[in-house]
């Protein structure tokens, strides 16, 4: 995928910054977790430490800057979080006295990738053109449906170490209810090669339908249908991934409707539940059993997955 492509060769500048030397994380808002992340699990680099003047977070060590007195500036980059605006004078000072300089060994991470927060979604609106992080109330849906939910993006995060977990997204996936196409987006750029989805409305699913075109992902299908007539094509797929896009009714119709395709065509198929309000209708008819729960940064912090029996 082009969009991996392009970050990994930003994050290479990045990293070439910082060969031979200890490196400190400056800022820790959400743009500094985002690259501490994607540090550590993309790219397997650790920092020595995270400094942020105003965090206090149980469980993290964070060190305000005064900590610097005690490094040497010589064997240490800096890379900040946060925008060069945002630095004072008495910050620039201190980072001058202390033995940093722009460019030498501090860097600013938001002239090198994007200026915006960082992040997996707005690095793709950035350099792509794309719809993905505002969020889409039930109220602004262009049909009906008392079971709907709101259009928002799956956590990129906690989607993106998922797809990298072995037995999690096994073959040819469909995402229910896939919006504009965020989670489609983030499985391809962590590399599950067959994905599509199926979204009823029809202003998202021409959004989702852009959104492929612009990134260059012709090959995945965006199919505009209710999801519970989507039937014989479900025989296609072998992992079927929902972030809480229906419930009620047209949720029990769809786990029906995935039984009924299996007893077609007897196959090895994995239910992957974001959000699982409706976690016992998924074993009512026993044929899935839960056989993993992964903790995340999803609204309710578990996701489950299911096999069948």
């Given amino acids: 995928m082009n969009a991996i492509e392009n970050l990994n060769k930003k994050m290479e500048n990045v990293i070439s910054k910082c060969i031979g030397k200890q490196v400190i994380l400056y800022g820790y808002g959400e743009s500094g977790k985002f690259i501490e992340w994607l540090c550590g699990r993309v790219f397997g680099k650790q920092f020595m430490m995270i400094m942020d003047d105003n965090k206090v977070i149980p469980g993290i060590s ?20 946060f925008r060069k605006e945002l630095m004072t004078e008495n910050d620039v000072s201190q980072m001058t006295s ?49 079971d709907a939910t709101a259009c928002g993006a799956s956590r990129e995060r906690s989607l993106f170490d ?25 499985m391809k750029m962590a590399g599950i090669k067959e994905v599509d989805g199926v979204e009823q409305s029809h202003m998202l699913a021409e959004i ?6 612009k990134l260059g992902e012709n090959m995945v299908a965006i ?11 479900l025989d296609m797929y072998d992992t079927f991934y929902f972030y809480d896009p229906f419930r009620g009714e047209t949720f029990r119709k769809v786990i029906k409707n995935i039984e009924d395709s299996i007893r077609r065509k007897n196959r090895n198929v994995t239910i992957v539940y974001a959000n ?17 729960q992964i903790s995340t940064e999803f609204f309710l912090n578990i996701v489950n997955v299911y096999e069948n029996k």
């Avoid at 199919?223 to 094509?233: G, I, R, V």
């Fill in 98 to 146: 202390f033995g940093y300089e722009e460019g030498k060994n501090l860097f600013f991470l938001k002239e090198m990738i994007i200026p915006e927060t960082l992040g997996l979604y707005s690095f793709l609106e950035h350099e792509y053109g794309t719809d993905f992080l505002k969020r889409v109330d039930q109220s602004e849906f262009d049909y009906e449906s008392q």
């Fill in 208 to 213: 989702a339908r852009n959104n492929m075109k």
């Fill in 162 to 186: 998922m797809c990298r977990i072995p037995g999690i997204f096994n073959g040819k996936v469909l995402d229910f209810g896939c919006g504009k196409g965020s989670a489609i987006a983030i």
């Fill in 223 to 233: 199919f505009n249908e209710d999801a519970t007539e989507f039937t014989d094509l």
């Fill in 276 to 292: 699982p309000w409706m976690h016992r209708e998924v074993e009512a008819g026993d044929m899935f059993r839960l056989t993993k």
């Fill in 62 to 81: 964070i060190q305000r800057k005064i900590i610097l007195d005690y490094i040497d500036s010589e064997s240490t980059v800096i890379l900040v979080s």
